[in-house]
């Protein structure tokens, strides 16, 4: 059972990070910066090593790894809602090395841009809350009015 | 030579799947319930298992297959647009196991949720409807006027 | 550290490419023929073979490969800006083949539609124009006023 709200386009960015950049930690400072509360962020680009997670769906905990060689961002997709009263970034991304072979997961702090360039859409409306869910384990949207 | 229509777009979802739904009938039943007939769907999030199908463009068949794991959503996206006169939704879906290696396919009945969360954008405009297509065996967007 | 302009929301397209186009020239020719400076594009799909490009960060050199078969589109974005004073677009793509395994990078002439069906955002806003970046040897957004 899908459950959604109706949100309204604000206003819509479209720009790039800077070499060396943090790719998740950059991300968050522009919400942060700009006080987005609601959002959906799409990019590609490039980063010279990443450091993804891999959600362990029986013990309930992020396992993080590195793929320590640069790769391109075939995509980065992401969120933007509340978590303890902050924005928060919500991103999974797909890599690809030289060969061509893919990668991907949740984006972790430690991965750091090479190139990358984004598409940030800002949307107001109901606040959208993460709360503890007992079945995942995760902090996921309540959804609740 | 690009075919395409002009859309306009009516209103946007944010919101997330349940634990344990199957992802592309979910997707569809929203678009169903909401008579969505034009519309862009991305998500991000979790399966419990995934169930892909390639298209032989030789054969003119989809092929099927399960990749039977616990699988990171790195990206889905998909659109909705009128098949045989209902909403149908088109999705291609990206994912990645727990030592980062992606997958990906086009997305079939039976991928199972472990988590999902979406933006879901929908469009008024003129009708786009499937219809046979002779040179891939698939029904794509005829585009006619 | 982040540098983004504000973009105004012009209009959506859906639409699909033809059997046989070159997928990346294709787009191209949209964007020239409708004069669309600004945008971003989503696609899903299939190809019957992809060239792709690998940036090499070292030598600032991007290396080409080939993966001659067909392939599902999983995921295409690209945005179209100004290089040149001419429309110009950067995409990058993630690919499956048949049992499932993902194939990614940056998305070159020569790789051939099977069937291919986008979202074309355009938006009106301040150009975003390409200049020589030295830093990375890429042609990144200057992002200047």
Excluded at 74 to 90: M, R
Excluded at 101 to 119: Q, R
């Amino acid at each position: 059972m899908a459950m959604m709200k109706k949100v309204r386009p604000r206003e819509v960015f479209m720009g790039r990070l800077s070499h060396g950049d943090d790719l998740l930690e950059e991300i968050s400072n522009i919400c942060l910066r700009e006080n987005i509360q609601l959002g959906w962020v799409e990019a590609l680009g490039a980063v010279k090593k990443a450091r993804l997670a891999s959600y362990n769906q029986e013990t309930h905990a992020y396992e993080f790894f590195v793929v320590d060689r640069p790769l391109e961002i075939t995509k980065l997709a992401g969120n933007v809602s509340l978590k303890d009263g902050h924005p928060f970034i919500h991103a999974h991304i797909t890599l690809a090395d030289k060969a061509g072979k893919a990668y991907g997961g949740h984006l972790a702090p430690g991965t750091v841009v090479f190139a990358c360039e984004f598409k940030l859409e800002v949307f107001d409306g109901p606040e959208i809350k993460r709360d503890f869910d007992e079945a995942t384990g995760l902090p996921l949207w309540s959804m609740e009015d």
